[in-house]
C-alpha cells in the first residue's frame, strides 16, 4: 500500500511536470501579445550626437523623452499627452515625428492613414517647445510626409500631389507645385517607385535649406487599374490607380529645385533619354545635387552631379551588368564633396568602392566573398564606415566597421545571428538590435569600439513566456543537389521527437529574387505558428533555393530571364533531400507561401506535383505580365521581349500536372497582387478540371490584416494543414 501510495504521488508530481507546458493556441498568436518582443519607438539620435529620443508609454501617458547615451538617463521630456491636451484640448497618439534641429519645434504625425504599403497621411502638428503651443500643419485634411528644414525654420509637405513649404515664425504656406492631380505627383511617389524602388517622399532639403529638390511624376499615359471595394454596401464603389504592368507604358519622371528665397524653379536636364530615376540626393555642397539614372532593362546605371543653378547633369560614373542592377542607397559624399563611397557587386559580390568626386577609382574599401548588405553610417572625422554584412554566414547578419582607404576592419557585433545598428549623429554610439532564430530582440547601447555599456531591452518577459511551451528550437542545415547546388536550410523539429517514427513535413518558401527566408533571426508570429504545428507532430523547413540573397551575384542573378524554373528545382530537391530521411514520411511533404511564396507553391504543386503532397498559395503572382513594369522587367524583360520566359514562368500553364490538394487564399483588394492573378488561376483550374480549395478575404489587400483576419486565416491554414497532410 505505502509502494501504491508513493507511486501515485509519483505519477501526480510528474503530470504536474507535465502540465506546466501550455500549448500553444492560435489566439495566444493573433490576440494575445504576450510573444510579441519590445523594441524602442521611433528611435532618432539628436543633432548634438550625445542624446537620443524616442516614444515611450508611462503612467502619464505617452511622451516623447530625451536621453542620455552616456549615462541611459532621461534628461527632458519633450512632449506629453498633457502638453497635447492643455494646448488644445484632446490627447492624441504620437505616431510620428521629426526634430527640429535644437528641439525647440516638433513636427508630430498622428491618426495615420495607409495609402500604399510604406506611405501614411496623418494630422501633422508643430509643437513649439517654449510657447508651449500645438499648431496645425495645415487646417485641411491629412498630409504626406511633412519635414522640418535642417535649419528648423521651415516645414515642407504634402497635400493633395502638390508640394508646400510652411514658415514656421510666421506660419505663412506657400504651395510650391501647381498641377497635382490624380495624374500628377509632385514630391510624393507613384505606385510602382514607391513600391519597386522604395522611394516614397520623393522631395529633398539641400544642406542649407534654401532649396528643395523634387520629383515631378507624370502618369498620364500609365494604365489604370481598378478594383472593386465593397465595405458592406449595396452598391460596391471602384477603387482606380495607376499601375503600369510588365511591357506597358511606365511614369515620366522629371527632377525640379525649387529656391525658397526667390521661388524661382530649375528643371533638371537628363543627360540622355533614361526610363528612371530611381535615387536624388543633395551632395555635401548646397549646389550639387546627384541624380542617379537607369535604362528600362535595368542593366545600366549613370550617376551624374546636377548644377541646382543651371540644371545641368553630368555623368561621372557609368555602370553596366549582363543580367540587371540593384538599387542601393550606399552613396555617400566625403571630404569636404571631393569624393564619395560607391557599391556595386562588379567582382561578384556587393562591395564598397571610394571614388573622387569626377568619378575615378581611389580604392577598393571591401572585398572577399559575402555582401555588403547595407551602410550603416560614415564618420567623416575618423574616416570611418560602419556596414552591416554577411561575412560570418549567409543566414547571419554583422555589424563592421573599416577606414575608407580600406584599412583596420574591425567586427563590433559578438553575437551570432541577427545583429543591427543605429548610430548617434556623433558616430560615439550605437544601439545595436540583435536576435537569433530561437531568441527575441535584444537591444544593447555600445559605445563606438563595440563595448556594450548597457542594455535597453532584453525581453525578458517574452523569454519567460516560452518557458511556458514546449519550444523546438530552430536549427539550421545544407545539403548538396543533383545539380551541384549547395543550398542553406532551416528546420523545426517536432516536440518529442522519435526518430524511430515518420513525420510529415510543411515547407515554408518565399524565394524571390534577393529575399531570404533561413535567416538566424527571430521569426515572430511565423515563428510561433510553427511551435504549434511542431507541437501536433509536423516538421517546419525552409530551403533557400538560387535567387535568394547574400551569397553573390551568380547565386542571386542566375534566375535572369527563368523566373520560377531554378528556384522550383531547388525546392523540389529539398523536398528530396528530406525524402530520404529516415525520420521523414515522403508520401506527405507540403509547401506553402505569401507572394512571390505563393507563386512558388503554385508553381511546386503543378511542375513539381510528384514531390508535394498538399501546397498552399497566399496572395500569388500567377503571371508575371499582371505584374509591375519595374520589378518583373528587371528579371524577366518585357513580355515581347521574353515571351518562352514569361510562358514557362506561369503555373496556368501547367494547371493539368496539378495533383494533391491546394489551397488558394487572396484579398480582393490587393494592390500589389491584384486579385486577377487569383481570377486566371482558378479560370485555369477549372479549364484543367483541377478540383481545389479557396478563401476570399473582402477589401483585404496584399497583407491579409485587420480586426480577427489574421486569426481567421491562420486557422483555416491550420485547419487545411491537419486534414490534409
Known amino acids: 500500500m505505502k509502494k501504491l501510495s508513493l507511486f501515485i504521488l509519483s505519477s501526480i508530481l510528474a503530470l ?31 543633432v548634438d550626437g550625445n542624446h537620443y529620443t524616442s516614444i515611450k508609454n508611462g503612467d502619464k501617458g505617452e511622451c516623447l523623452v530625451k536621453y542620455d547615451y552616456a549615462t541611459g538617463n532621461p534628461t527632458d521630456t519633450l512632449l506629453t499627452s498633457d502638453n497635447i491636451k492643455n494646448a488644445i484640448g484632446k490627447s492624441f497618439m504620437i505616431q510620428t515625428y521629426d526634430l527640429g534641429p535644437e528641439e525647440k519645434s516638433i513636427l508630430i504625425g498622428t491618426k495615420g492613414e495607409k495609402i500604399y504599403r510604406h506611405s501614411t497621411a496623418y494630422n501633422y502638428y508643430i509643437w513649439n517647445k517654449e510657447k508651449k503651443t500645438l499648431t496645425p500643419l495645415m487646417d485641411k485634411e491629412k498630409e504626406i510626409y511633412a519635414t522640418i528644414s535642417p535649419d528648423g525654420k521651415m516645414a515642407a509637405f504634402i497635400y493633395k500631389s502638390n508640394l508646400y513649404v510652411k514658415n514656421l515664425a510666421d506660419d505663412k504656406t506657400i504651395q510650391v507645385t501647381q498641377d497635382g492631380n490624380t495624374d500628377i505627383f509632385n514630391g510624393i511617389s507613384d505606385w510602382v517607385y ?5 522611394l516614397t517622399r520623393s522631395y529633398f532639403w539641400s544642406p542649407d535649406s534654401k532649396s528643395i529638390a523634387y520629383y515631378r511624376f507624370d502618369d498620364s499615359k500609365v494604365t489604370t487599374f481598378s478594383m472593386n471595394e465593397y465595405h458592406d454596401s449595396l452598391y460596391p464603389s471602384v477603387y482606380s490607380f495607376k499601375y503600369p504592368k510588365a511591357g506597358t507604358t511606365n511614369p515620366t519622371i522629371s527632377v525640379h529645385v ?3 528665397a526667390s521661388g524661382k524653379v530649375v528643371d533638371i536636364k537628363a543627360p540622355g533619354n533614361y526610363e528612371y530615376t530611381p535615387r536624388t540626393m543633395w551632395t555635401q555642397d548646397p549646389n550639387i545635387l546627384a541624380v542617379q539614372y537607369m535604362d528600362r532593362h535595368q542593366d545600366t546605371l549613370v550617376l551624374t552631379l546636377a548644377n541646382a543653378s543651371t540644371g545641368v547633369a553630368k555623368p561621372i560614373l557609368t555602370e553596366g551588368d549582363k543580367t540587371y542592377i540593384d538599387i542601393n542607397d550606399a552613396l555617400t559624399f566625403i571630404n569636404n564633396n571631393k569624393e564619395f563611397i560607391w557599391q556595386d557587386d562588379n567582382d561578384g559580390y556587393d562591395h564598397l568602392y571610394r571614388y573622387s568626386i569626377d568619378g575615378k577609382l581611389i580604392n577598393q574599401i571591401t572585398s572577399g566573398k559575402w555582401d555588403i548588405m547595407g551602410i550603416k553610417g560614415v564618420d567623416e572625422k575618423t574616416h570611418t564606415i560602419f556596414y552591416l554584412s554577411s561575412e560570418t554566414s549567409p543566414i547571419d547578419r554583422d555589424i563592421y566597421s573599416v577606414n575608407w582607404d580600406g584599412k583596420n576592419k574591425k567586427k563590433l557585433s559578438e553575437k551570432t545571428g541577427f545583429n543591427d545598428a543605429d548610430f548617434s549623429t556623433s558616430y560615439h554610439y550605437y544601439i545595436n538590435t540583435y536576435s537569433n532564430a530561437n531568441q527575441p530582440s535584444y537591444i544593447t547601447l555600445h559605445s563606438i569600439d563595440g563595448k556594450q555599456l548597457r542594455v535597453l531591452e532584453d525581453n525578458h518577459a517574452v523569454i519567460d513566456t516560452l518557458k511556458n511551451y514546449n519550444i523546438s528550437p530552430e536549427t539550421f542545415f545544407s545539403f548538396t543537389t543533383s545539380e551541384g547546388v549547395n543550398l542553406n536550410g532551416s528546420i523545426i523539429m517536432p516536440a518529442h521527437f522519435d526518430s524511430t517514427k515518420k513525420y510529415p513535413v510543411l515547407m515554408d518558401v518565399y524565394g524571390g529574387p534577393g529575399i531570404n527566408t533561413v535567416n538566424n533571426e527571430w521569426g515572430g508570429p511565423n515563428y510561433m505558428w510553427y511551435q504549434m504545428l511542431a507541437e501536433k507532430g509536423y516538421i517546419v523547413v525552409s530551403v533557400d533555393n538560387r535567387g535568394t540573397g547574400a551569397r553573390g551575384s551568380e547565386f542571386k542573378k542566375c534566375t535572369y530571364l527563368h523566373l520560377g524554373k531554378y528556384e522550383v528545382a531547388d525546392q523540389i530537391a529539398g523536398a528530396k533531400y528530406l525524402a530520404s530521411k529516415a525520420y521523414v514520411d515522403a508520401t506527405r511533404i507540403g509547401i506553402w507561401g505569401w507572394s512571390y511564396g505563393g507563386y512558388m507553391a503554385a508553381m511546386c504543386i503543378s511542375k513539381g506535383a510528384k514531390f508535394f503532397k498538399t501546397a498552399i498559395s497566399v496572395a500569388p503572382v500567377i503571371d508575371w505580365s499582371f505584374y509591375d513594369s519595374i520589378y518583373t522587367e528587371r ?6 521581349e521574353n515571351h518562352d520566359g514569361y510562358w514557362d514562368s506561369s503555373p496556368i500553364n501547367f494547371a493539368n500536372k496539378v495533383k494533391g490538394r491546394y489551397l488558394l487564399i487572396h484579398g480582393t483588394g490587393d494592390d500589389n497582387v491584384h486579385f486577377q492573378n487569383s481570377i486566371e488561376w482558378i479560370r485555369g483550374l477549372q479549364k484543367a478540371n483541377v478540383p481545389f480549395s479557396l478563401m476570399i478575404y473582402p477589401d483585404k489587400n496584399h497583407g491579409i490584416y485587420g480586426g480577427n483576419t489574421r486569426l481567421y486565416l491562420y486557422n483555416e491554414l491550420t485547419d487545411f494543414i491537419s486534414n490534409n497532410l
Open 16 to 46: 504536474g511536470t507535465t502540465a506546466q507546458k501550455q500549448d500553444i493556441t492560435l489566439s495566444d498568436i493573433w490576440q494575445d501579445p504576450k510573444f510579441y518582443p519590445q523594441g524602442i519607438d521611433e528611435l532618432q539620435s539628436t
Open 194 to 198: 514607391e513600391e519597386e524602388f522604395a
Open 258 to 260: 525649387y529656391s525658397v
Open 635 to 640: 528579371y524577366m524583360r518585357t513580355p515581347q
